[in-house]
């Protein structure tokens, strides 16, 4: 069974950096993908990044696409993403997620695991 654990949120100003860390624990199959979504208050969860396991394919939201990056180190068992030029839009809890590949993640259905969240802040 996987389980996930993120970390790296904090509270920093607009165009700063911030990398989040999902720390995967138990086996994800080949083909399944990892992916880190983020729910703003009173906002619908969105997915903002995915990567699959095995061949490192990726998607990006539009919303986040050419300042966030999504990489994976299978060896270990981590994701990250990195965050770059800030907006204050960018608040919310962020979650890693894992399901059975990009497009389950892009449905946001039927997912095998959830990490906790972590809070991302940023100030103007």
């Known amino acids: 069974q996987v389980q996930l654990t993120e970390s790296g949120g904090g509270l920093v100003q607009a165009g700063d950096s911030l990398t989040l860390t999902c720390a995967v624990s138990g086996t994800v199959v080949s083909s399944h993908a990892v992916g880190w979504y983020r729910q703003a208050p009173g906002k619908e969860r969105e997915l903002i990044a995915g990567i699959t396991w095995s061949l490192g394919h990726t998607y990006y939201a539009d919303s986040v696409k050419g300042r966030f990056t999504i990489s994976r180190q299978n060896v270990e068992n981590m994701v990250y993403l990195q965050m770059n030029s800030l907006k204050p839009d960018d608040t919310a809890v962020y979650y890693c997620?894992?399901?059975?590949?990009?497009?389950?993640?892009?449905?946001?259905?039927?997912?095998?695991?959830w990490g906790q969240g972590t809070q991302v802040t940023v100030s103007t």
């Open positions: 997620a894992e399901g059975a590949g990009l497009a389950t993640l892009i449905l946001g259905k039927s997912l095998n695991a």
